[in-house]
């Protein structure tokens, strides 16, 4: 195969790159007496855009949930811009999550608020000396950015799953992220609206200057955002590469999501 | 092609120690209220936006019941009263009862349903739909801004409710001009606002700030609410009474 296969726990760390914005190292992590994670080793560059790919219970989920401490991995070290994120205080954890992105699976809007203030929320939050005047122009910008300009009055419920997935970017963005974590982006839309969502990830990207990790099992969307693929297997990564060298792997495993 | 087996071994932890870690969770959560309550930011709208919705949506159903309860406990206390030539006694009996447990007891019960109840399925649906983590990663600490604001609301109108309560159900019980009550403003407040209400609000937020699973954690949270802050309501008006009488 031309994708290589994992060297496990032989993560190179004779250089300090100053590009490489996330790093894992050997995360081992349980849940419920189930070991999810079993030694995975990630790094990401800034400007590149990662996709994890494995099937469902492969441990994909918790692996991000580790990068911005929503889960403490149980052995091995999470660095985000040099911070080792197990060792942060609370409030020095949320100035690393300001610069985090996280679009989660359902979206996660909040149900009880509008669009509007879906996305004013985390804005004011942070931005405390903006003017209404100054909120509106950027919820209207971000609006704007993903294409739903006439939803900023409408409650999560009236949304598609398609139109919540553009808010919750929408809402991830406005914050100015230096990282997105995606979440399974796709799952539950149409084939048309998943392109439209993995192209819309690629474009804000490339104008926002981003690096991207994002978790998913749909391969139209790897093919889309993907500059290097991580596949996960059983909590371990199986296999690394490119989109087109993993698609040329002989491996049964791996042919098996590109058949 | 190299694989590796970290297959651990666990036990499982038993009953005792299930419920002294839950016993341990509770208090390390009720104890974290006291030390979040006092730092900035203190969302001061969503605090008195929970107190509307806790306090003044909850009135008409406390008011029905309080005007029911305060009637029908009159028109049963009367015969036997009048027996023993007593009738004399009806409205101050009516109104200690009311005003020192009956009151504060079932205005509490009716909220551990009515408020216990929506906190517990409202935080609960949050964390499974993953808004309370979606909180979190934008960096705003969803312990402040969604249990904080409502034990401090809680802790505020439920007294408030009791209060009203009363009222009503001293009109209800045609005693209000006849009030003999040897309890004290002040003690009243102290009992309610600092058990009752806050009772209410903390186990609500921790049943469903805690849910854990799919959509049923929702519907076994609000119960849990409802079923662990009437429990509470109960223990909390023995031990009350226990104090004040010896007081």
């Known amino acids: 195969m031309k994708g290589k296969m994992y060297d496990y726990g032989n993560v190179n760390e004779s250089q300090p790159d100053e590009s490489l914005i996330v790093e ?6 349980s849940f419920d007496y189930v070991e999810v994670l079993k ?34 991995p149980d052995e091995g070290e999470v660095y985000v811009f040099g911070n080792n994120i197990s060792e942060l205080n609370y409030r020095t954890l949320n100035k690393i999550r300001v610069k985090i992105g996280f679009l989660f699976q359902s979206a996660a809007l909040y149900d009880s608020m509008t669009v509007r203030e879906n ?21 209207d910008e971000a609006l704007d950015n993903v294409g739903l300009q006439d939803a900023a009055e409408k409650m999560p419920s009236e949304l598609s799953g398609g139109m919540s997935k553009r808010i919750g970017l929408a809402r991830t963005l406005i914050l100015n992220p230096e990282i997105m974590l995606y979440d399974e982006p796709t799952t539950g839309l149409d084939t048309g609206t998943a392109k439209e969502i993995s192209e819309l990830i690629v474009h804000l990207q490339k104008k926002n200057k981003i690096s991207s ?5 749909d391969m139209a969307c790897a093919k889309i955002t993907a500059d290097r693929i991580v596949m996960l297997k059983d909590g371990m990564i199986y296999a690394e590469g490119k989109y087109e060298e993993l698609a040329a792997s002989e491996d049964e495993w791996v042919k098996s999501f590109f058949s | 092609m190299k694989t590796i087996e970290h297959q651990k071994t666990f036990e499982e932890p038993g009953y005792l120690k299930k419920i002294f870690t839950g016993t341990g969770d509770f208090i390390y959560f009720t104890s974290r209220f006291f030390k979040e309550v006092l730092k900035p930011p203190y969302f001061l709208k969503e605090t008195i936006r929970q107190c509307f919705q806790i306090g003044y949506k909850s009135l008409p159903l406390v008011a029905v019941t309080a005007f029911i309860i305060g009637l029908v406990l009159t028109l049963q206390s009367r015969p036997s009263l009048v027996q023993f030539g007593a009738e004399s006694l009806l409205p101050g009996m009516i109104s200690v009862s009311i005003i020192r447990e009956i009151g504060p007891v079932i205005t509490a019960i009716i909220c551990a349903g009515k408020i216990g109840s929506a906190i517990g399925a409202e935080l609960g649906s949050m964390r499974v739909t993953e808004q309370i983590e979606a909180m979190e990663v934008s960096a705003i600490n969803p312990y402040k801004y969604l249990v904080v604001t409502r034990v401090l609301a809680t802790t505020c109108m439920i007294p408030l409710l009791i209060v009203f309560t009363d009222a009503i159900g001293l009109y209800g ?25 806050f009772a209410t609000g903390i186990i609500g937020c921790y049943k469903g700030y805690n849910a854990k699973g799919g959509t049923e954690s929702v519907g076994r949270a609000a119960n849990a609410a409802v079923v662990s802050a009437s429990l509470a309501i109960f223990v909390i008006d023995m031990i009350v009474v226990q104090i004040t009488d010896f007081l």
């Open chain 1, 24 to 29: 894992m190292k050997n995360i081992h992590k």
């Open chain 1, 39 to 72: 030694g995975v080793s990630i790094r990401v560059h800034k400007g590149e855009n990662l996709v994890v790919l494995g099937k469902s219970g492969s441990g994909k989920s918790v692996l991000i949930k580790c990068i911005v401490g929503l889960v403490y």
């Open chain 1, 119 to 139: 996305l004013a929320f985390p804005l004011k939050h942070h931005n405390k000396k903006l003017s209404n005047n100054e909120v509106g122009i950027v919820i």
């Open chain 1, 213 to 217: 990790i994002i978790i998913t099992h």
């Open chain 2, 173 to 197: 019980s045609y005693t209000a001009m006849n009030i003999h009550s040897d309890i004290g403003l002040q003690r009243f407040f102290s009992e309610a606002l600092n058990h009752l209400g």
